[in-house]
């Protein structure tokens, strides 16, 4: 049966396309240990998420090196715990909030001489979501997130001369700022809810300047991508869900929920 359509609802504030999630989640998740099938209901979790390739670019360059030549590949290593809201079996509005690790992969030729120090620091990310259109078991969704990790002194670059000594003594720190826009399409069938889709991500990565040497901004460089998974739902109140991210970025998510 066709229902008709709802709007989708953004939040935005000041994603590592950030995971994305089941497109048809506020339908999946059914009835909670308190609340009723269609009224408001709530779910909390725990989030693991790594993303493996991230490829970004600088437009600018600085005087005395090449940007582009500081590092070839960025990841990110998550561990977060969420809380969402549910209106209707239609609208989700979520959050996150954990600790992430950021990393340097592999090293442009030629290389700048650098070394980077990255640590758990504190991470945040929040969005919305909705179901668009029901028909039988599939159901369209589109969804919107932003995930952020703020400038912390447990990460950041340094940069060498030729006898690997720093150019300054300062820490260049890092900060990430991440907006995504997803669509996919999902099936329900009995306990498993497996999924597909595309996002749109940019993603925008800081380094802030010291004496010397000034701030640089890094872009992502694949803005599209395409994001499956498979959630698994037991009793309508747990759920675990397994997702892959590809082309924009190579990324893995699991994320266990239960519904109240």
Known sequence: ????????LCLSSALFGFYVGNPAAPVVMGSGFFSGR???KGASGYLYDYSTIKKYHAAGKEALFNPNSVFKEFGI????????????????IFGYV??????TQGKPHPAAMTSFKGHYQFSWATGSKAVLLNCGPFSLGGSFSYFGIPSSPKSYFRYLNRINLPINFGKQNTSLSEWQINGGLSGRFGFLSPYIGGTWLYSKLHISGTSGIGAIDYENEDK??????????VTGKFHINLERRLYDESGYSLITSAVF
């Open 98 to 103: 954990g600790g992430s690790k950021e990393q």
């Open 1 to 8: 049966m066709l229902r008709t359509f709802f709007p989708l």
């Open 224 to 233: 599209w991508g395409l994001f499956f998974g498979l959630t698994v739902s």
């Open 38 to 40: 269609y009224l408001v």
């Open 77 to 92: 290593h998550s561990q977060m715990g969420n809380l969402s809201m549910m209106l209707l079996e239609r609208l989700e």
